[in-house]
């Protein structure tokens, strides 16, 4: 059985910042491109940053580079999200995705999903 566990969210101030952990299990993670998108209350779900299986192809959405940066550990079965200056905008629950073709940011191509961790970013 797949599981992707989130952790690290949180409240915090504008201006600060977080690092998100997705804990992978229950498939060969070191063939699995992964993703972070989030979803805010009354909006779609949107991508947020991709990594692939190898770690050397990243990418981000425009509103997100340069402020966050996606990593991944494949011998912990693990990938990052480090938030830094946060944005009140950036409120949202963050989740994880597995995904066996490539780097995107189509969420319908990822395979498996985590539950999300809450991220609230107070002015």
């Known amino acids: 059985q797949v599981q992707l566990v989130e952790s690290g969210g949180g409240l915090v101030q504008a201006g600060g910042s977080l690092r998100l952990s997705c804990a992978a299990s229950g498939l060969t993670f070191r063939s699995y491109a992964m993703g972070w998108f989030r979803q805010a209350p009354g909006k779609e779900r949107e991508f947020v940053a991709a990594?692939?299986?190898?770690?050397?192809?990243?990418d981000y959405a425009d509103s997100m580079k340069g402020r966050f940066t996606i990593s991944r550990d494949n011998a912990k079965n693990t990938v990052y999200l480090q938030m830094n200056s946060l944005k009140p905008e950036d409120t949202a629950i963050y989740s994880c995705?597995?995904?066996?073709?490539?780097?995107?940011?189509?969420?319908?191509?990822?395979?498996?999903w985590g539950q999300g961790t809450q991220v609230t970013v107070s002015s």
């Open positions: 995705a597995a995904n066996r073709q490539v780097v995107t940011r189509a969420s319908r191509a990822y395979d498996y």
């Open positions: 990594i692939s299986s190898s770690g050397s192809i990243t």
